[in-house]
Nanobody
Framework: QVQLVESGGGLIEPGGSLRLSCVAS????????MAWYRQAPGKERELVAE???????NYADSVKGRFTISRENAKNTVYLQMNSLKLEDTAVYYC???????????WGQGTQVTVSS
């Protein structure tokens, strides 16, 4: 069974940067799509960014130009580099894998990102 473990969340001031990491228990290029979602209090979970194993990426309009999703195959890790953070980026961020050994979709446990002055 595929497992995903996120890390890197924390408290950051507006304008700051954080990098989230998601480590997979399998060779990560075997998973067709890796993505980051987020869920703010009282809101639905939303897609932030996704990256295919052939390097197609997509971003939510709200994060384009500020966030970057990337993959380091040797470490079975997907990253989300978040720059110019805003108050509205505050949420629990979840890693998600779909396809290949994660055929039915797999979620990580989430990591809290709080943007506050």
């Amino acid at each position: 069974q595929v497992q995903l473990v996120e890390s890197g969340g924390g408290l950051i001031e507006p304008g700051g940067s954080l990098r989230l990491s998601c480590v997979a228990s399998v060779y990560i290029p075997s998973i067709s799509w890796m993505a980051w979602y987020r869920q703010a209090p009282g809101k639905e979970r939303e897609l932030v960014a996704e990256l295919s194993n052939i390097d197609i990426d997509n971003y939510a309009d709200s994060v384009k130009g500020r966030f970057t999703i990337s993959r380091e195959n040797a470490k079975n890790t997907v990253y989300l580099q978040m720059n110019s953070l805003k108050l509205e980026d505050t949420a629990v961020y979840y890693c998600h894998g779909h396809g290949g050994p994660a055929r039915f979709g797999v979620w990580g446990q989430g990591t809290q990102v709080t943007v506050s002055s």
